[in-house]
Nanobody, 123 residues
Framework: VVHLVESGGGSVQAGGSLRLSCAASGSTVNMNYMGWLRQAPGKSREGVASIDTIGRTRTIDSVKGRFTISRDNAKNTLYLQMNSLKPEDTAMYYC?????????????????WGQGTQVTVSS
């Protein structure tokens, strides 16, 4: 079992930046794949970005050039640097991890989840 705890959310104005962190504990050797997902009010949860153990990343088109996912395997920590934030980025952001090779931009592809951290962007 992997335990994930997100931090770094908050309220910012459009154009601002936030850096989310996700600290992992437990069976971290199984965290071959990690990702950030988000869920806005009234919408389905969606994948934002994913990363494997050697740093290969995938990012959805709506955040490309603005969001960067990274991980520090020595610290068992996942990051999401979010720049040029827009009101439509407002959502609860979740960290997730998984041991298997599958499409990690799909919320159904993850075995373990954090509790989430709220990001609110005002115009």
């Amino acid at each position: 079992v992997v335990h994930l705890v997100e931090s770094g959310g908050g309220s910012v104005q459009a154009g601002g930046s936030l850096r989310l962190s996700c600290a992992a504990s437990g069976s971290t050797v199984n965290m071959n794949y990690m990702g950030w997902l988000r869920q806005a009010p009234g919408k389905s949860r969606e994948g934002v970005a994913s990363i494997d153990t050697i740093g290969r990343t995938r990012t959805i088109d709506s955040v490309k050039g603005r969001f960067t996912i990274s991980r520090d395997n020595a610290k068992n920590t996942l990051y999401l640097q979010m720049n040029s934030l827009k009101p439509e980025d407002t959502a609860m952001y979740y960290c997730a991890a998984d041991p298997y090779s599958r499409d990690h931009l799909l919320p159904t592809s993850y075995s373990w989840w954090g509790q989430g951290t709220q990001v609110t962007v005002s115009s």
